[in-house]
């Protein structure tokens, strides 16, 4: 919202990055690139909303506002779409780590990490 997540394209103009291509793609490095327009992270998000809709039962295809900002008007119950919006709030922080240090970004991976979350957080799983 205030752009102040740091991108290789920032790191780029400060001369802390030799370039400023995006680690997954090789495409320029931007905030929106980052959490919405490359191809892997597109998949790697359908992926997640497919696997969060089967493990609970729901069938939410949210837009790209809500994947960046939170649903807030499916005709769900409050705590699904609560868990919803942490597992989405979770999926970017989890691109955005990984990104940073360089590793992939894998579904199962971020199901374990998610699963680790819920119990800590006391969100149902």
């Known amino acids: 919202m205030h752009r102040i997540v740091v991108t290789r394209r920032y790191l780029f103009c400060y001369g802390t990055q030799p370039n400023d291509d995006y680690i997954y793609c090789g495409e320029k490095d931007s905030i929106n690139h980052t959490l919405i327009d490359c191809v892997f992270v597109k998949k790697f998000s359908q992926e997640v909303i497919s696997w969060f809709n089967v493990t609970n039962s729901t069938h939410l295809n949210p837009s790209?506002?809500?994947?960046?900002?939170?649903?807030?008007?499916?005709?769900?119950?409050?705590?699904?779409?609560?868990?919803?919006?942490?597992?989405?709030?979770?999926?970017?922080y989890y691109i955005y780590t990984n990104k940073l240090h360089t590793s992939p970004i894998l579904l199962a991976d971020f199901v374990n990490k998610i699963a680790l979350k819920y119990k800590i957080e006391y969100i149902e799983a």
Do not use: A, Q, W
């Open 64 to 92: 790209i506002e809500e994947k960046l900002f939170g649903v807030t008007s499916e005709p769900y119950v409050k705590t699904i779409v609560k868990k919803f919006n942490y597992t989405l709030l979770f999926m970017k």
